[in-house]
Every structure is written in structure tokens, then in C-alpha cells.
């Protein structure tokens, strides 16, 4: 079983970007400005957003951290927004999600400039990743896809099953991977929570994507022998064990499945520093379409 190392390779890709940051300072050039708006104090959010912006002082770019209070409303958000929009030195900006629940979501997405959009969520570059055109990949999906490529995982005329078809991981990964592209050209399934002999359609699966959001899931007794296994899912689990008082737990039981597995990500420490990576990736690339 070969363990999918998100954590080292996302540290590689990080490596990357420094030597491009570097480079774009040794010439003079500006460098990538990252902005993030978080409002309220969700634990977990609070957490992503504050890892997001250290992975941006950590490589280079310059980054802004804009935090709102929980009661803001949807109007003053969305101003918020259009300052972004139009700030000049802001390269690209997201909005950390969930949002309260007297905002509209769709709203607010809908609100970010496409072209600073580097979460990937508006429906201008959700159109564009569907049409296989350049654009911005939202960073969950675009990590799983460089995991593959790094560890040299072939995708082409394999049976995927992506389990979940939430609109940040599992329905672009289904159409990401059945796209005629490097790492793609894949035969899909996506499946979901009406999704009828689930179990019937995992094992026939050589590759399986996790993204539900349930604990340990996935069991052994689902996947056929040799599967590539990518376990999205990240739930906190109370333990008094922990300084933190919890731990984190993915959508696939880890030990048993690593037994049958060819390949599989941990949790922590597999698809989640991914994404952090590809977030930067993006904003370097909003930078260079910018410059
Ligand atoms: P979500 O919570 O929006 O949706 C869950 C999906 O799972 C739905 O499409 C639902 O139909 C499906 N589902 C629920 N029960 C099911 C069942 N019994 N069988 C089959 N399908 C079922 O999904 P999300 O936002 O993509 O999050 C999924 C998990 O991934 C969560 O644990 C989340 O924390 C995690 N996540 C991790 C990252 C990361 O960077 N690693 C990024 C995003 C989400």
C-alpha cells in the first residue's frame, strides 16, 4: 500500500511557488495578494482561514485577512466585496464558507469579481471548468487531480466512484475526471445519498472518491482489492485524549481499507493540505493573468 502523502506533496507545490515568488521579486514584479473574508467565529472556519493565510506568508505572497462579525448583513457583505473587487493590488479574494444562515450564498459567490475568483465557486468559472476551458478549479478538486498526477495514479478508461456530489468537491470531480484531459478520461459515477446499492457500485470501482462527510464510511468490505482510495471527508470527533479536544476523522475506516488499497490518503494529512496548495496555485495564476 502506498500511503498518498498530501502533506508532503503539498509542501513540494508550496516549494514551487516560493522559487516563482522569489523570481517575481527578484524582477521587480509584484507579488500574489491574497484576500480572505471570514464572518462570525466558526471554530472550523476560523482554523482553514487562519492556515490559509499563514501558507501565504509562508511562500511569499502578501495576504489580508478580513474578519467580520457573525450579525453583519448580507448588504454590508457585499460591499465588502466590491472593495475587493475593484482593489487593485488584491490578485484574488474568497469568501470562507458556511456563511450565516441569514446570508444568501449563492449571492455572495455570485458577487466575486470571476476573474479574482480563486475558490473557483462562481457560476462563470464553474461554466468554464464544465467546458474543460482555462479557468480557476476550486482548490479541493484540483488537489485531488495534482495528487494523481504526482503519484503517477492512471485515470484513463479506470471506473471512478466519487461518493457525494456537493458542489465544492463532488459534483466538479465527477466531471473533472471524465474529461478528456491528463489526468481524466476516466468512466464516472457519482454518487449520492439516494444512490441504491452503493456498495455494489464501490467495489466495481478502482478508483473511489470519498466527499460525504460521514466517518469511516467506507469500509473494506466496499472496495475491491487494489483500489486508489482519496478520503475528502473531514469531521471532528470529541476527544478528551486530544489538546484540542477533538480529532479529526475522514469519510473512509482508514486501517481496515488501507489493507486492500493500492493507494490511500490519511486523515489528516492527505486531500486537506491539498488544498491550501492549490488555493495558492490559483491566486499565482490570478497574479500572472493580472500582470
Ligand atoms: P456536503 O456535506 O455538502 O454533501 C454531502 C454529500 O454526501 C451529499 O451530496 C449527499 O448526497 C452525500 N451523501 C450523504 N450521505 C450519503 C450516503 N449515505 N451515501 C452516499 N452519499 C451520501 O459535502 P462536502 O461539502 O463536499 O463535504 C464532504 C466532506 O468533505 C465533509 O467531511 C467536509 O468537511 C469535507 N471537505 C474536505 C475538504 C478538504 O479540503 N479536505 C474540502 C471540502 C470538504
Known amino acids: 500500500m502506498i500511503l498518498l502523502d498530501g502533506k508532503k506533496t503539498s509542501a513540494d507545490i508550496k516549494e514551487e511557488i516560493a522559487l516563482e515568488v522569489a523570481e517575481l521579486k527578484r524582477n521587480e514584479q509584484k507579488v500574489p495578494h491574497l484576500a480572505a473574508i471570514i464572518v462570525g467565529n466558526n471554530g472550523a472556519s476560523v482554523t482553514y482561514v487562519n492556515a490559509k493565510v499563514k501558507a501565504c506568508e509562508r511562500v511569499g505572497f502578501e495576504s489580508t485577512l478580513i474578519r467580520l462579525p457573525e450579525n453583519i448583513s448580507e448588504e454590508d457583505l457585499l460591499n465588502e466585496i466590491e472593495v475587493l473587487n475593484v482593489d487593485n493590488d488584491i490578485d484574488g479574494f ?3 464558507l458556511p456563511l450565516p444562515d441569514h446570508i444568501d450564498e449563492q449571492k455572495v459567490l455570485m458577487a466575486v469579481d470571476p476573474d479574482k475568483d480563486v475558490d473557483g465557486f462562481h457560476p462563470t468559472n464553474v461554466g468554464k471548468m464544465a467546458l474543460n476551458l482555462p479557468t480557476f ?5 484540483f488537489g485531488i487531480l495534482e495528487l494523481l498526477e504526482r503519484y503517477n495514479i492512471e485515470t484513463s478508461g479506470k471506473n471512478v466512484v466519487v461518493i457525494g456530489r456537493s458542489h465544492i468537491v463532488g459534483s466538479p470531480m465527477s466531471i473533472l ?7 481524466g478520461n476516466a468512466t464516472v459515477t457519482l454518487t449520492h445519498s439516494r444512490t441504491k446499492n452503493l456498495s455494489q457500485i464501490t467495489r466495481e470501482a478502482d478508483i473511489i472518491i470519498a466527499a460525504l462527510g460521514i466517518p469511516e464510511f467506507l469500509k473494506a468490505d466496499m472496495v475491491k482489492q487494489d483500489a486508489v482510495i482519496i478520503d475528502v471527508g473531514i469531521t471532528r470527533l470529541a476527544d478528551a485524549s486530544k489538546k484540542s479536544g477533538y480529532r479529526l476523522v475522514g469519510d473512509v475506516a482508514f486501517n ?7 493507494h490511500i490518503t490519511p486523515v489528516p494529512g492527505g486531500v486537506g493540505p491539498m488544498t491550501i496548495a492549490m488555493l495558492l496555485k490559483n491566486t499565482l495564476l490570478a497574479n ?4
Open 288 to 291: 500572472k493573468r493580472r500582470a
Open 177 to 183: 475526471l471524465s474529461q478528456k484531459r491528463k489526468v
Open 256 to 262: 481496515e481499507v488501507a489493507e486492500k488499497a493500492s
Open 94 to 96: 474568497i469568501v470562507q
Open 137 to 141: 478549479i476550486s482548490a479541493t478538486p
